[in-house]
Nanobody, 113 residues
């Protein structure tokens, strides 16, 4: 059974940092591109960052220079390092392996003073 489990969310003040993790099981993690998405209240789900099997990355303009996506294939885990967080980054964050249709439960990030 394929499973993705996100963790690392929480409440942080503006300007703070968080590191999200996405642990995959039941799947050969290394052969899939991975993406981090977020869904804020009242907004559509947004693709935030992607990383290919080979490690090439891409980001939505609003997070460029602040967020870093990475992966550790030996640990079947992906990461999203989020720095200089802003209130508009508040959302539930999800990871997804491209083409699998599998989603985790998400992890809530709240940026507020």
């Amino acid at each position: 059974q394929v499973q993705l489990v996100e963790s690392g969310g929480g409440l942080v003040q503006p300007g703070g940092s968080l590191r999200l993790s996405c642990a995959a099981s039941g799947i050969i993690f290394s052969i899939y591109a991975m993406g981090w998405y977020r869904h804020a209240p009242g907004k559509q789900r947004e693709l935030v960052a992607t990383i290919t099997r080979g490690g090439s990355t891409n980001y939505v303009d609003s997070v460029k220079g602040r967020f870093t996506i990475s992966r550790d294939n030996a640990k079947n885990t992906g990461y999203l390092q989020m720095n200089s967080l802003k209130p508009e980054d508040t959302a539930v964050y999800y990871c997804n392996l491209d083409g699998t249709g599998v989603w985790g439960q998400g992890t809530l990030v709240t940026v507020s003073s």
